[in-house]
């Protein structure tokens, strides 16, 4: 299994599969045919579907100006809903066409090779075996980490979460309308300052969580610097949470960096033994992972058992089993920004479950992954990513199709 290091990923909003992932790909392929006189790039499956509203080949085009980009209808047969198919000319010749798979969090692969990110870091291959390993060990989850990750982990969980923070306190001071034609109004400045008279502490807690969910979620949609976690899409819940515990609760950060590394390890485990990708899984891909993963990171933060942290984890995931992506134009707006504030308070609810319950739970974390993925393949498409189906197309017959930007 990959290093935790790829699960989280600090660039530009509003997706990592349709934004970030085409332009590392864009980027690779330009270096790879320098003296090209003609690219042309084809969009398939959800890449074409929702492109536009992703704003797919505006990331292209930022690393190749002149890129002609095409979209596919496409669908059937394609190795993966995130396809792209570049093409170089030189000379009226065709000199170099490769496919290229947006497989989600940023990650790309080029067709018939291994990823370039496929560094082996553990020899367990899920979340059991690793439970097996620190109890053989004698070793908690967090040592466990460091000790395959190696120190060196903690410097770069430091810089993931100072940019975490930063889109948390820039999405606060943040007001105005998103891009992209919904005309969605900015919410996280209002629901931090909106407090209600006699305001019970719990109910507090769940609106400024929200409101820093928000925050890091609206600053994607407007697409400035975000961190997968494990997607830009799902980037909200893990700092909602966090930051609230810090910043709020009076965690010191190096418990809240132990806590990331607990998060990454779940993500990891889900990346590797299902999908993080909502054009191949839905929703239940990105939030539900998410959710699974600032669920057993609270748990660890807790200081809670393996058992606890486990239970916890799997408590989230199952309750977003079937969540379908439908964005509303294909941006990365509705439901996608509320649904992060939503995911952050059922993975506390999941922890809290977690505490007194996790002698009696009769399901696996790894189950729980197995069981999303299988469900992921089984949705319908057009509840993957593609705005055909669900909350898009009701919003389109209720209020007409919407002018988003490429």
Not at 54 to 70: L, V
Not at 320 to 332: E, F, I, S
Not at 357 to 381: A, C, H, P, W
Request: with cysteine.
């Amino acid at each position: 299994m990959r290093s935790i290091q790829s699960v989280f990923k600090i660039g530009n909003g509003p997706s990592s599969s349709h934004t970030v992932g085409p332009y590392r790909a864009a980027v690779r392929f330009r270096s790879e045919v320098p003296d090209a006189d003609k690219i042309r790039v084809t969009l398939y499956g959800s890449l074409a579907y929702t492109g536009k509203g992703h704003g797919t080949g505006k990331a292209i085009r930022t690393a190749i100006p002149d890129a002609e980009i095409c979209l596919s209808e496409e669908s059937e047969g394609l190795p993966h809903p995130n396809t792209m198919l570049f093409e170089a000319w030189r000379d009226g010749q065709l000199e170099r066409a490769v496919r290229c798979f947006s497989i989600g969090g940023c990650s790309i692969r080029f067709e018939d090779e291994d990823s370039r990110e496929d560094i082996e870091i553990y020899p367990e291959e899920n979340f059991t075996q690793m439970m097996d390993s620190c109890r053989r060990e004698n070793l908690s989850l967090t040592e466990f980490i460091y000790l395959r990750e190696g120190e060196g982990l903690r410097g770069i969980l430091h810089q993931v979460w100072d940019a975490m923070q930063v889109s948390v306190e820039r999405g606060l001071r943040a007001e105005g309308i998103l891009p992209g034609g919904l005309h969605l109004a900015r919410k996280a400045k209002l629901l931090y300052e909106k407090r209600c008279y006699n305001e019970p502490p719990e109910v507090t807690m769940n609106r400024v969580i929200a409101a820093y969910a928000y925050a890091a979620c609206e600053e994607n949609a407007d697409e400035h610097i975000v961190v997968t976690a494990p997607t830009c899409g799902s980037c909200g819940v893990i700092p909602g949470i966090f930051y609230y515990m810090q910043h709020d609760r009076g965690f010191p950060e190096e418990e809240i960096i132990d806590a990331l590394a607990v998060a990454g390890l779940l993500g990891n485990v889900i990346r590797t033994n299902a999908s993080i990708s909502g054009a191949e899984c839905g929703c239940q891909a990105e939030i539900g992972s998410a959710c699974s993963m600032a669920a057993g990171a609270l748990a660890s933060l807790y200081g809670l058992s393996l058992d606890q942290i486990e239970y916890a984890a799997e408590i989230a995931m199952e309750h977003n089993l079937g969540l379908t992506c439908d964005p509303v134009d294909g941006l990365v707006q509705i439901p996608c920004i509320e649904r992060n504030a939503v995911a952050a308070m059922r993975a506390i609810s999941s922890v809290n479950l977690s505490r007194f319950l996790y002698e009696t739970r009769k399901i696996s974390f790894d189950e729980v992954i197995g069981t999303m993925y299988q469900t992921g393949l089984d949705l319908n498409e057009k509840y993957r990513e593609t705005s055909h189906g669900g909350l898009a197309v009701m919003y389109e017959r209720t209020h007409g199709p919407e002018e988003s930007e490429e």
